[in-house]
Nanobody, 113 residues
């Protein structure tokens, strides 16, 4: 049974930081790229960051220099370190196992003073 479980969301003030985690099970983790997406109310889901099976990463222009994606294949985990958060980063964040096209249930991130 494939499972992706996100955690680490919450309420943070502008300029603050959060670290999201995604725990994978039921997949061959080290063969698949992993993505982080987000969806804000009334907006389309957008790709935030992606990391290949060998660790190469890419980012949306809106988060470059502020967010960092990483993975631990031994633990079957993917992370999204988010720094210098802005109110426009408020969204539900989802991880996705690219090879399997499987999504987690999402974790809410709210950036507000």
């Amino acid at each position: 049974q494939v499972q992706l479980v996100e955690s680490g969301g919450g309420l943070v003030q502008p300029g603050g930081s959060l670290r999201l985690s995604c725990a994978a099970s039921g997949i061959i983790f080290d063969i698949t790229a992993m993505d982080w997406y987000r969806q804000a109310p009334g907006k389309q889901r957008e790709l935030v960051a992606t990391i290949s099976s060998n660790g190469r990463s890419n980012y949306a222009d809106s988060v470059k220099g502020r967010f960092s994606i990483s993975r631990d294949n031994a633990k079957e985990m993917v992370y999204l370190q988010m720094n210098s958060l802005k109110p426009e980063d408020t969204a539900v964040y989802y991880c996705r196992a690219v090879w399997y096209d499987y999504w987690g249930q999402g974790t809410q991130v709210t950036v507000s003073s």
